[in-house]
């Protein structure tokens, strides 16, 4: 008897679902109702058999297309204004605006849905009188917390505290970016402003002040060295009185060439930032380094809206620049070859090493004092066989390659029984000194190269 009670009821559940699917869809799912008193959202999702998501995706619809409403009421000149200082796309900002209206959105109700067995219908209205006093008293509190810091800035500014100065206007647009199209106007100082109009203009001219200059604009270098001189760039500020900037973050990058270097500083006290070159990795002769203002480290950029990032990228940045005038690295090379006991009046090794390295753009001094690398070869022939009236000698060589800034032995290699024929062991010597020459340069230069360039 329980079964076909059960059986019973399933089945009036059954039709009753299906009755309620059957229903002709009420007008404003065909018809969108037009309300003076209320912001209007419809959404709707298509159902996916086994799944409850439709749900959750028209209500999102529904609250995306009651913001829509909402921003039609943004006037044009407004939006041509942010567009052009923003820098982004109308589409792209009006997408930006839409979302931050729908995540602030309260106080909407829910009047009805609708479904049937393909799609899911919901329909919200709020009340454009409660957004307005909502609003309102989200953009009063808003305000407030801008003013205070915004205030704290120009007291900044007057006192010469530049870096305070900045980072406090940089600080008063967070409060009031989710009000970029609102005209925030407000008094200061007795005078009626348009408070964000007012933030930007004030920031953009403390930037226009800034000016950054290098202690020294022309240095020299050299490729895989560190430069022992450090970057030095001047901070200062031109209101008509020219004063240091102490504390500012500035940001150093090869602009041209490449290289290791401290990229990110602050300014000391005699408003000096100073990088520190750690290796030049390019070898092209002229590099460029920028060292400008960096503008990214006094906002969070995680909590700062994207319209807002952009309009901060608008503003005039003060940088400057630094050219490396970069040379290869220094050898002196000390080559002793004898030949059966005797020096080479001519040198083999030694000519074929300068060659090769030269075409690796390094350089060569004649002061071991002045010298980067330190090369040390070491070459002696000696008598092999007689066949034939064709004779046969030896030459066994060694190198050992220092690095005159630590000291450090940074290579050693050697040759053994490098051999050559002549007409008499002197000139099979020296043809097996011509021979150990061309094997050690095409042995030792790639290698060294490597161990150089680490």
């Known amino acids: 008897m329980k079964i076909k009670t059960l059986s019973f009821l399933l089945c009036i559940l059954l039709l009753q679902t299906t009755l309620a699917f059957a229903k002709k869809p009420p007008d404003w799912v065909k018809n969108r109702p037009i309300n003076k008193e209320y912001y209007i959202g419809i959404g709707y999702a298509s159902k996916i058999k086994g799944s409850s998501d439709h749900i959750e995706k028209a209500k999102s619809e529904a609250l995306k297309n009651l913001a829509s409403e909402i921003i039609i009421n943004i006037s044009g000149e407004v939006i041509s204004s ?155 500020y031109n209101d008509g009185i020219q004063s240091k900037i102490s504390n500012l973050p500035l940001t150093f990058t090869f602009i041209r060439g490449k290289g290791d270097l401290v990229k990110n500083v602050r300014t000391d006290l005699n408003g000096v930032g100073k990088s520190k070159v750690s290796k030049i990795k390019s070898s092209e002769k002229m590099q460029m380094v920028q060292a400008e203002l960096d503008i990214s480290r006094l906002i969070n950029q995680d909590t700062t809206s994207y319209v807002y990032q952009n309009i901060l990228k608008s503003f005039p940045i003060p940088y400057t620049k630094i050219i490396l005038n970069v040379s290869g690295l220094s050898f002196y090379i000390e080559s002793d070859e004898t030949n059966f006991g005797r020096k080479l009046s001519i040198l083999h090794v030694e000519p074929k090493l300068k060659q090769a390295f030269s075409e690796k753009g390094f350089t060569f001094t004649e002061s071991m004092n002045k010298a980067d690398i330190y090369v040390k070869v070491n070459a002696k022939s000696r008598e092999g066989s007689e066949m034939y009236g064709m004779y046969t000698a030896f030459v066994d060589l060694s190198v050992s390659v220092v690095d005159m800034d630590s000291g450090d032995e940074i290579y050693k290699c050697s040759l053994n029984n490098v051999s050559g024929q002549g007409l008499n062991f002197e000139k099979a010597g020296l043809k097996a000194f011509e021979k150990a020459a061309n094997e050690i340069s095409e042995d030792m230069i790639p290698t060294l190269m490597k161990l150089i360039s680490k």
């Open 82 to 236: 942010i567009v052009e200082k923003s820098g982004i796309l109308e589409e792209e900002l009006k997408s930006q605006i839409r979302s931050t209206t729908q995540a602030e959105l309260e106080g909407y109700e829910l009047v009805e849905t609708w479904q049937d067995k393909k799609e899911y219908w919901v329909y919200y209205r709020l009340s454009r009188m409660m957004y307005k006093k909502l609003k309102q008293e989200k953009i009063d509190k808003a305000m407030n917390l801008a003013m205070d810091l915004f205030k704290e800035a120009k007291s900044n500014e007057e006192k010469k505290n530049i870096e305070k100065a900045l980072l406090y206007f940089l600080q008063a647009l967070n409060p009031i970016e989710k009000y970029i199209t609102e005209t925030l106007e407000t008094t200061y100082k007795g005078t009626n402003i348009y408070l964000n109009n007012e933030i930007y203009f004030s920031i953009q001219n403390l930037l226009a002040n800034i000016e950054l200059k290098p202690v020294n604009s022309n240095m020299n270098a050299k490729i895989n060295k560190s430069m022992k001189q450090s970057l030095q760039v001047f901070a200062l």
